[in-house]
């Protein structure tokens, strides 16, 4: 079975502080894992994918397989950064299929 | 508007009855997907399209849900005989993506149909 843990439901920051949303998975093989973000009244969409090893918006996450982890964080956060984020997993088998967490909301304060 | 689109976007209906939703992928993405979100959390994967053809389902798609994909472009999900644990927002995603090929290519999500069953 495949699952996905994120401990945080809401975390609250302010504007330039550094962010991390925690994200654990539990799978026996080798997964690809995503965040995916959904900002207020828009659709949810693809922020990165471990394999692809890129920053984006100024995130970046690391998958730790020692730890079973893929946090992702921003090293100065910014108000437009204020959405729901998703961590998610496609195990090795599946088409495409994702399991994804209960979601974190980030808000970042002025 | 080339993204995913579903119809309708809201849909209230009484505990008994059956609904159908209807999800347009983006036109050259062969792969579909469902899935549903209750309230506080993430999507959780309903089936997945690959062409016309239903290629996985989840054990959450009790008897009483039923989708298509007749021509391999819109697909619908049905429900019959509603309950009130069906209420939530129902997602559909497509993607590109070879047959056959285990591979993950990024999927697009539509805006959802929230479902509440009185």
């Known amino acids: 079975a495949q699952r996905v843990t994120q401990p945080e439901k809401l975390l609250s920051v302010f504007k330039g502080a550094p962010v991390e949303l925690k994200c654990n998975y539990s799978y026996s093989g080798s997964p690809e894992l995503f965040w995916y973000v959904q900002y207020s009244r828009q659709r949810l969409q693809l922020l990165l994918r471990h394999i692809s090893r890129e920053s984006i918006k100024g995130f970046t996450a690391d998958l730790n397989k020692g730890e079973t982890s893929f946090h992702l964080k921003k090293p100065f956060a910014q108000e437009e950064d204020s959405a729901m984020y998703y961590c998610?997993?496609?195990?090795?088998?599946?088409?495409?299929?994702?399991?994804f967490g209960q979601g974190t909301i980030l808000t970042v304060h002025p | 508007d080339t993204g995913v689109s579903q119809d309708p976007r809201h849909k209230i209906t009484k505990r008994g009855q059956n609904v159908t939703f209807r999800c347009d992928p983006i036109?050259?993405?062969?792969?579909l997907y469902w899935y549903r979100q209750t309230l506080g959390q993430g999507p959780e994967f309903l089936t997945y399209?690959?062409?016309?053809?239903?290629?996985?389902k989840s054990r959450l798609l009790s008897d009483r849900f039923s989708a298509e994909r007749p021509k391999g472009s819109f697909s619908t999900l049905e429900i019959q005989r509603t309950e009130q644990g069906d209420s939530a927002m129902y997602l559909c995603?497509?993607?590109?993506?070879?047959?056959?090929?285990?591979?993950?290519?990024?999927?697009?999500f539509g805006p959802g149909t929230r479902l509440t069953v009185l």
């Open positions: 399209f690959q062409n016309e053809a239903q290629l996985e």
């Open positions: 036109s050259e993405h062969n792969r």
């Open positions: 998610a997993l496609r195990g090795g088998t599946s088409y495409g299929k994702l399991t």
């Open positions: 995603a497509s993607s590109t993506g070879l047959a056959g090929a285990n591979s993950y290519n990024e999927q697009f």
